[in-house]
Protein backbone atom coordinates (compact mmCIF):
# COMPACT_ATOMS: atom_id res chain seq x y z
CA UNK A 1 0.00 0.00 0.00
CA UNK A 2 3.10 2.20 0.44
CA UNK A 3 3.56 2.58 -3.12
CA UNK A 4 -0.11 3.76 -3.70
CA UNK A 5 -0.90 7.71 -3.85
CA UNK A 6 -3.98 7.50 -1.50
CA UNK A 7 -5.80 11.07 -0.49
CA UNK A 8 -9.09 10.80 1.64
CA UNK A 9 -11.43 13.25 1.56
CA UNK A 10 -14.02 13.44 4.47
CA UNK A 11 -17.59 15.40 3.56
CA UNK A 12 -19.92 16.52 6.38
CA UNK A 13 -20.37 17.69 10.23
CA UNK A 14 -17.32 15.82 11.86
CA UNK A 15 -17.26 17.62 15.05
CA UNK A 16 -17.86 14.92 17.27
CA UNK A 17 -14.61 13.22 16.06
CA UNK A 18 -12.07 16.40 15.06
CA UNK A 19 -9.76 15.03 17.48
CA UNK A 20 -9.13 11.65 15.83
CA UNK A 21 -8.41 14.17 12.81
CA UNK A 22 -6.23 16.14 14.34
CA UNK A 23 -4.00 13.56 15.91
CA UNK A 24 -2.98 12.58 11.71
CA UNK A 25 -2.96 15.77 11.16
CA UNK A 26 -0.43 16.45 13.98
CA UNK A 27 1.41 13.05 13.36
CA UNK A 28 1.78 14.65 9.67
CA UNK A 29 -0.68 12.97 7.47
CA UNK A 30 -0.52 15.32 4.10
CA UNK A 31 -3.38 12.32 2.96
CA UNK A 32 -6.50 13.23 4.98
CA UNK A 33 -8.39 15.97 4.55
CA UNK A 34 -11.31 17.26 5.90
CA UNK A 35 -14.09 19.19 4.41
CA UNK A 36 -17.68 20.55 5.78
CA UNK A 37 -21.11 19.74 4.73
CA UNK A 38 -21.85 20.55 1.19
CA UNK A 39 -24.95 21.13 -0.65
CA UNK A 40 -26.65 18.39 -2.89
CA UNK A 41 -25.98 19.23 -6.07
CA UNK A 42 -21.98 19.50 -5.36
CA UNK A 43 -22.37 16.23 -3.43
CA UNK A 44 -23.29 14.77 -6.71
CA UNK A 45 -20.50 16.43 -8.92
CA UNK A 46 -17.76 15.39 -5.51
CA UNK A 47 -19.11 11.52 -6.37
CA UNK A 48 -17.92 11.62 -10.15
CA UNK A 49 -14.72 12.67 -9.95
CA UNK A 50 -13.80 10.17 -7.05
CA UNK A 51 -11.89 7.31 -8.03
CA UNK A 52 -13.28 5.35 -4.86
CA UNK A 53 -16.74 5.79 -2.66
CA UNK A 54 -16.24 5.32 0.70
CA UNK A 55 -19.54 3.83 3.03
CA UNK A 56 -19.01 3.92 6.74
CA UNK A 57 -21.82 2.14 8.22
CA UNK A 58 -24.46 3.28 10.79
CA UNK A 59 -24.28 0.89 13.55
CA UNK A 60 -27.99 -0.44 13.13
CA UNK A 61 -28.92 -3.51 10.78
CA UNK A 62 -32.27 -2.83 9.90
CA UNK A 63 -32.31 0.08 7.77
CA UNK A 64 -30.17 0.76 4.62
CA UNK A 65 -28.69 4.07 4.40
CA UNK A 66 -30.07 5.54 1.15
CA UNK A 67 -26.31 7.14 0.44
CA UNK A 68 -25.74 3.31 -0.48
CA UNK A 69 -27.94 3.51 -3.36
CA UNK A 70 -26.89 6.96 -4.05
CA UNK A 71 -23.51 5.16 -4.33
CA UNK A 72 -24.27 2.32 -6.25
CA UNK A 73 -26.15 4.37 -8.96
CA UNK A 74 -22.69 6.79 -9.86
CA UNK A 75 -21.30 2.63 -10.86
CA UNK A 76 -18.11 3.99 -8.75
CA UNK A 77 -16.26 0.83 -6.46
CA UNK A 78 -17.35 1.09 -2.80
CA UNK A 79 -15.11 0.72 0.50
CA UNK A 80 -17.71 -0.37 2.80
CA UNK A 81 -16.16 -0.20 6.15
CA UNK A 82 -18.95 -1.21 9.33
CA UNK A 83 -18.73 -1.35 12.68
CA UNK A 84 -21.18 -4.29 13.04
CA UNK A 85 -21.06 -8.27 11.39
CA UNK A 86 -24.83 -8.24 10.06
CA UNK A 87 -24.53 -4.32 8.77
CA UNK A 88 -27.39 -3.81 6.40
CA UNK A 89 -25.00 -1.72 3.65
CA UNK A 90 -22.78 -4.73 3.47
CA UNK A 91 -25.76 -7.12 2.99
CA UNK A 92 -27.07 -4.93 -0.21
CA UNK A 93 -23.03 -4.41 -1.28
CA UNK A 94 -22.67 -8.30 -1.36
CA UNK A 95 -24.92 -8.28 -4.60
CA UNK A 96 -22.73 -4.68 -5.46
CA UNK A 97 -19.36 -6.10 -7.98
CA UNK A 98 -17.22 -3.57 -7.28
CA UNK A 99 -17.54 -3.36 -3.23
CA UNK A 100 -15.59 -4.73 -0.32
CA UNK A 101 -16.51 -4.48 2.74
CA UNK A 102 -13.95 -4.32 5.97
CA UNK A 103 -15.56 -4.75 9.32
CA UNK A 104 -13.97 -1.70 11.41
CA UNK A 105 -12.29 -3.93 14.36
CA UNK A 106 -10.64 -6.64 12.07
CA UNK A 107 -6.83 -8.22 12.95
CA UNK A 108 -5.00 -6.32 10.43
CA UNK A 109 -3.52 -8.83 8.46
CA UNK A 110 -1.41 -9.56 4.96
CA UNK A 111 -4.14 -11.03 3.33
CA UNK A 112 -6.71 -7.61 4.61
CA UNK A 113 -3.88 -5.24 3.18
CA UNK A 114 -3.71 -7.45 0.30
CA UNK A 115 -7.10 -7.89 -0.34
CA UNK A 116 -7.30 -3.63 -0.27
CA UNK A 117 -4.52 -2.60 -1.88
CA UNK A 118 -6.17 -5.37 -5.01
CA UNK A 119 -9.57 -3.25 -4.43
CA UNK A 120 -7.74 0.01 -4.58
CA UNK A 121 -5.54 -0.95 -7.55
CA UNK A 122 -7.94 -2.63 -9.21
CA UNK A 123 -11.45 -2.21 -8.85
CA UNK A 124 -13.47 -0.71 -12.31
CA UNK A 125 -16.77 1.00 -12.62
CA UNK A 126 -19.80 -1.16 -12.90
CA UNK A 127 -21.58 -1.57 -16.12
CA UNK A 128 -24.90 0.49 -16.23
CA UNK A 129 -27.16 -2.32 -17.08
CA UNK A 130 -25.92 -3.74 -13.63
CA UNK A 131 -26.30 -0.78 -11.51
CA UNK A 132 -29.83 -0.16 -13.61
CA UNK A 133 -31.33 -3.67 -12.24
CA UNK A 134 -29.94 -3.89 -8.51
CA UNK A 135 -31.69 -0.15 -8.32
CA UNK A 136 -34.91 -1.13 -10.10
CA UNK A 137 -36.85 -1.49 -6.84
CA UNK A 138 -35.12 1.54 -5.35
CA UNK A 139 -36.98 4.20 -8.15
CA UNK A 140 -40.27 6.11 -7.27
CA UNK A 141 -42.17 4.15 -9.83
CA UNK A 142 -41.45 1.12 -7.51
CA UNK A 143 -41.63 2.62 -4.49
CA UNK A 144 -45.26 4.37 -5.22
CA UNK A 145 -46.17 1.28 -6.59
CA UNK A 146 -45.30 -0.60 -3.02
CA UNK A 147 -47.24 2.23 -1.43
CA UNK A 148 -50.42 1.72 -3.47
CA UNK A 149 -50.55 -1.55 -3.02
CA UNK A 150 -49.71 -1.60 0.53
CA UNK A 151 -53.15 1.07 0.57
CA UNK A 152 -55.37 -0.96 -1.62
CA UNK A 153 -55.02 -4.40 0.55
Known amino acids: LTNIQVNVHFYGYIHDCIEVF?????DGAKWIFTHDTVER??????????DILVNIGNLTSYQLPSKVIEYISTGKPILNITSIANDSSSTYLEKYPSSLTILKNSEITNELINNLTSF???????EKNKVDFLL?????ESISNQYMYLINR
Open 120 to 126: ITQAKLV
Open 22 to 26: DKYKN
Open 136 to 140: KKHLI
Open 41 to 50: DKVAKLMVET
